[in-house]
């Protein structure tokens, strides 16, 4: 039974595709709750990351604490932030292990799409309460019975009395309020019994240690508890614990059912996972809180200093960087090409940008990816298996029997117009039909099996292209499925550059290499001597092209006595120098190791 | 040596390739003449080796105030003073003024002997016109002029640019600059180019009419002793040898550069600015930049090294108290092993393939 105090708690969060209007609606709350002044507000509020407001996407989960006040009872309402895109779904599903229900926000212009269906089901597996809410009726494209409708057939939600809402303009947000209350049942657990609260995210402070977001299943923290950490078994003294109004406020206690911070002069992140269970060190429970799916890197690739001195500095920020992104995984490699750098592990390729621009803007390093690569998986003659996230560890294709590449699930909805530009898509990229259904009658939900290397590179961006932005995908992996596949090499000056090396599927082996010389010839300028590139498999030459020679790079005139105009110029040219990567005797600029893979 | 630059802002009507600061509202010309006595008078020295009256288009000055600027300078008795002439603004009247107050070079805009393409480039003369003032000069007895040409233009074919220049041997001016087109932001041919409207030359077509050009004027008497400036022997243009070779220079006028004592100042570049500046602060400068050492020895090189003769060794070490090959050593060596550059003496110069690829060799200077 919930005690008193609990049953004025409501800890949610609101799940919705991308753009759907997710953060829009956190922001209204927090405002109409006045949780902050009006003052205090600005866009997107809890996405701190200045990376997350100018895409305009959430990446980490965040958590705010609300107090509402219905006239009759005062409210503390938890709302846990979640990360919309694919590539993020491990942050929603630990976001979810804390709260008793969610908002589904659904875009009334848009209906259904991808990941509002894939995030509902997620919703779904840990019993939570969905509370639909239809967004954006002041739109005039919104088409809001349509889309409760679609709801309702869809996904089997009641949404008879679903808000209509407009988070824009500040339309409705009383009525969501109000299911919150009304429908989102509130926590209970004994508050006396043996401590239980799980991390829900955690991340490093300079100042105090590990801070714990923690979502207190049973049992009361505070100051002094001592505690255990039961998956890592390591104990601590808490220091602090509080809540999120949404900065920090030092609290007395938390109890269970509440949603809020602690820290314990914990040192390294990786002491206090993600998953974990806090419990008392004195007294402890018998159980974990059952941990969530964890985190696995779908998608490898290269990161090297593009000045070779910087290796410890990246090596530093990738440590930094892991403290609060369990997903990222890293290793030292060396490549022949770029020097000594990291094989990092990524949950796709949006996780890759994003690590790839923190670490150029905020630890300030120039750097140079290679090509995404997935795991591909060799069975080699004499019967051993192994995993190849390099493609240049890929064995002689003398000792190899058979290749293994992962595959997706992957579900496409789109209006029915664009079925046959979908499919059409989908088989370019190797996919295999699966089922259709009709989720309206003008819109459908395509079932496709794709090999993952097809879906990391470009298909998101052409899917949306060919339906001039009205599909949406979501995948989930497969397993993984014999292929015919071939490592693709690039030479540049007659030398192969193992950073270019790619695996490709053996059928498409010579478009690609004649595309990927072409490009390269693009992007290479010309130099002092002729550069020929060429695609080879094994010895073989498949494509070639030359850079010709640098004929002319000359300012004619240099007079009037202004000089350091002229010095500006050479200086850019200086610079620019600077950012290609000496192999060889030619000068690559960074953006060819990742342009390789953006050819068709 | 020390030199003295002029700027008068002023143009009747903008080239579209143009970038330099002058506008064509000449109704400031009184004013600003009269600021810019006023920012001569204050100047310490008086002497200048070289004076280089450039623009916008000095002659587009009216004769009373042409005359009011010439009787100043002319005071620094340079023993070489020239003044930037253009068709179109120029007549015999003119010439004789300038001749009077001791002009001794002239610096004619051309660019091209084909006038359609002298359309094309805004030019407000035809070649006919500029004929008449050459031979109007050389009847006055000027006997050092320079012609400016220009290649690589819009639409232009080789056969056409080579052309312009066995026109303009044939006069046999003691001086050619020839400039190979840049397009400069800001300027009409710039937004063509950006909107793919310019065919210009390839780089490969571009380098043979430059080439061809060179053998062409060295057939006929001229040196080549800078990336575009060509000469009969012993009429190269002082006033700019003076910025290629790190000697002190004053610029007065709107947006001018001085460069005394290691450090480079410019003025402020508004014509308007400038006259409020000088009439109120006695001086118009906007920007000042002490050199660093580092930067003065890669200035030293990549401007000395425009020059065919290059830069000197013992200049060199004279200027820092250090061997250039210790400061310089490594880019010395990789770039004489890419042909770039030569040691002739104790001189340090550009190959001709170096020349093709100057700022390949001038970047590896900077630190």
């Known amino acids: 039974m919930p005690s008193d105090r609990q049953k004025k708690i409501r800890n949610f969060c609101i799940i919705a595709h991308i753009d759907h209007g ?572 990742m342009a390789v893979l953006k050819v068709e | 040596m020390k030199g003295l630059y002029v700027h008068i802002p002023f143009c009747k009507s903008k080239c579209f390739y143009c970038d330099f600061n002058s506008i064509v509202n000449i109704e400031y010309q009184d004013e600003y003449i009269e600021a810019l006595i006023k920012e001569i008078d204050s100047l310490k020295e008086k002497n200048f080796d070289t004076i280089f009256i450039g623009g916008g288009t000095p002659t587009i000055l009216s004769i009373n105030n042409l005359e009011k600027l010439l009787y100043r300078i002319s005071k620094f008795i340079p023993s070489e003073f020239t003044i930037e002439a253009n068709p179109g603004t120029l007549n015999r009247e003119k010439l004789k003024i300038l001749k009077k107050y001791g002009i001794n070079r002239l610096s004619i805009g051309l660019q091209s002997t084909d006038n359609s393409i002298l359309k094309r480039l805004g030019r407000i003369h035809t070649y006919e016109e500029f004929l008449a003032n050459y031979y109007d000069a050389k009847s006055l007895g000027f006997n050092n002029i320079n012609v400016d040409l220009m290649f690589n233009l819009p639409n232009q074919k080789g056969e056409e640019f080579l052309k312009t220049i066995l026109n303009v041997t044939k006069l046999n001016p003691q001086h050619i600059s020839c400039y190979s087109l840049i397009i400069e932001e800001g300027t009409k041919f710039y937004d063509l180019y950006q909107r793919d409207e310019l065919k210009l030359l390839d780089e490969d077509e571009e380098r043979v009419l430059y080439h061809t050009m060179i053998s062409i004027l060295i057939d006929n008497g001229y040196r080549q002793y800078e990336i575009s400036n060509f000469a009969k022997l012993g009429y190269e243009c002082k006033h700019n040898i003076i910025y290629w070779s790190d000697e002190e220079y004053i610029g007065v006028g709107a947006g001018a550069h001085s460069y005394i004592k290691g450090i480079r100042y410019s003025n402020v570049k508004d014509i308007k600015q400038y006259i409020y500046d000088i009439n109120n602060d006695g001086n118009a400068i906007d920007e000042k930049n002490v050199l660093t050492k580092e930067e003065h020895m890669s200035e030293f090189m990549f401007l000395g090294l425009r020059m065919n003769c290059g830069i000197n060794i013992n200049k060199f070490k004279n200027k820092f108290s250090q061997d250039i090959m210790e400061v310089y050593g490594d880019e010395i060596i990789d770039l004489k092993d890419k042909g770039l550059i030569e040691k002739c003496g104790e001189n340090i110069r550009l190959t001709e393939k170096g020349r093709d690829l100057s700022n390949l060799v001038f970047v590896s200077f900077l630190k």
């Open chain 1, 22 to 593: 997710k953060s829009t609606l956190a922001d209204r709350l927090i405002e109409k709750t006045g949780t902050l002044t009006q003052r205090e507000m600005e866009e997107q509020v809890l996405d701190t990351m200045e990376l997350e407001k100018e895409r305009g996407i959430t990446i980490k989960a965040q958590a705010v604490r609300l107090i509402h006040n219905d006239g009759n009872n005062e409210y503390i309402l938890n709302l846990i932030d979640t990360p919309g895109h694919v590539d993020f779904n491990y942050e929603v599903s630990r976001s979810l292990a804390a709260c008793e229900g969610a908002i589904l926000v659904v875009d009334a212009t848009q209906g259904i799409q991808a990941q509002t269906l894939a995030n509902c089901y997620l919703a779904l597996e840990h019993d939570l309460e969905i509370v639909p809410v239809i967004n954006k009726i002041d739109l005039p494209s919104a088409r809001p019975e349509e889309i409760k409708k679609e709801i309702e057939d869809v996904i089997g939600l009641d949404c008879s009395d679903a808000p209509l809402i407009s988070a824009k303009v500040g339309l409705g947000i009383e009525d969501v309020l109000k299911s919150i209350v009304e429908k989102i049942p509130c926590p209970n657990g004994d508050e006396d019994a043996p401590l239980r609260a799980l991390i829900f995210d955690s991340y490093y402070d300079p100042y105090k240690g590990v801070v714990c977001y923690v979502r207190v299943k049973e049992g009361t923290i505070k100051k002094g508890t001592k505690i255990k950490l039961m998956m890592s078994g390591k104990e601590y003294e808490v220091t602090e614990v509080g809540i999120f109004r949404p900065s920090f406020m030092e609290v007395e206690q938390l109890q269970a059912g509440d949603v809020g911070y602690v820290t314990a002069s914990i040192k390294n992140v990786r002491d206090a996972r993600v998953g974990d269970t806090i419990t008392e060190a004195e007294r402890p429970a018998t159980e974990p809180l059952p941990g969530y799916r964890p985190a696995i890197p779908m998608v490898y690739s290269g990161i090297y200093p593009a000045d070779s001195s910087d290796y410890n500095d990246l090596k530093d920020a990738l440590e930094k960087l892991q403290l609060n992104d369990a997903a990222l995984t890293f290793e030292p490699e060396t490549s022949v090409a770029l020097g000594f750098g990291f094989r990092c592990g990524f949950l796709g390729l949006l996780h890759m940008e994003i690590i790839q621009e923190r670490l150029e803007r905020e630890y300030n390093l120039n750097l140079v990816t290679t090509a995404p690569s997935v795991i591909y998986k060799i069975t080699k003659t004499n019967g051993e298996v192994i995993e190849l996230t390099n493609p240049t560890n890929m064995p002689p294709t003398t000792e190899i029997s058979y290749m293994e590449e992962p595959i997706v699930n992957a579900s496409i909805i789109c209006p029915s117009d664009y079925v046959g530009a979908v499919m059409e898509l989908c088989q370019e990229k190797r996919g295999i039909f699966k089922n259709m259904e009709y989720l309206e009658t003008t819109r459908v939900m395509l079932h496709y099996e794709i090999p993952l290397n097809e879906i990391i590179y470009d298909f998101f961006d052409a899917l949306k292209s060919r339906t001039k932005g009205y599909a949406s995908l979501d995948y989930e992996l497969a397993g993984y499925k014999r292929s015919e596949l071939v490592k693709l090499d690039i030479l540049l000056n007659g030398d192969p550059v193992d950073a270019l090396s790619q695996i490709v599927p053996k059928e498409k082996a010579y478009q690609k290499g004649r595309a990927i010389a072409e490009k390269l010839k693009e992007i290479i300028p010309r130099q002092l001597f002729e550069i020929p590139i060429q695609a080879a498999i094994g010895s073989k030459v498949i494509a070639r092209e030359t850079v010709k020679a640098l004929r002319k790079d000359v300012l004619a005139k240099c007079y009037g006595g202004d000089i350091s105009r002229k010095k500006k110029l050479l200086e850019k040219q200086k610079e620019g120098k600077k950012r290609m990567k000496q192999i060889g005797t030619v000068e690559v600029p960074q953006e060819a190791f």
